[in-house]
């Protein structure tokens, strides 16, 4: 996978930590909400389908966007 400085970026899984049950997600969504990419490593429980899991994260997305705009002194 290339990004915009260039180098080449592998998505490859992290190196098992001694917890052991970490999950690793990577969610990147466009202005409308459409998620354009979803990557997943050590996810043990999967929970929800993953449409409902985009809306959820998307929606948390957008409510700490917006609760910082408030917080925000200018």
């Known amino acids: 996978m290339q990004f915009?400085?260039?180098s080449d970026i592998s998505p490859s899984p992290p190196a098992?930590?001694?917890s052991g049950n970490n999950a690793h997600m990577i969610y990147v969504f466009n202005r409308n909400g459409v998620?354009?990419?979803?990557?997943?490593w050590n996810r043990p429980l999967h929970t929800l389908n993953a449409q409902?899991?985009?809306k959820?994260?998307?929606?948390?997305?957008f409510s700490l966007k917006s609760l910082t705009a408030k917080?925000?002194?200018?």
């Open 71 to 74: 917080m925000d002194p200018t």
């Open 56 to 61: 959820l994260m998307f929606g948390l997305l």
């Open 16 to 18: 098992p930590t001694a």
């Open 52 to 54: 409902q899991d985009h």
């Open 4 to 6: 915009f400085g260039g």
């Open 35 to 40: 998620c354009l990419l979803y990557r997943e």
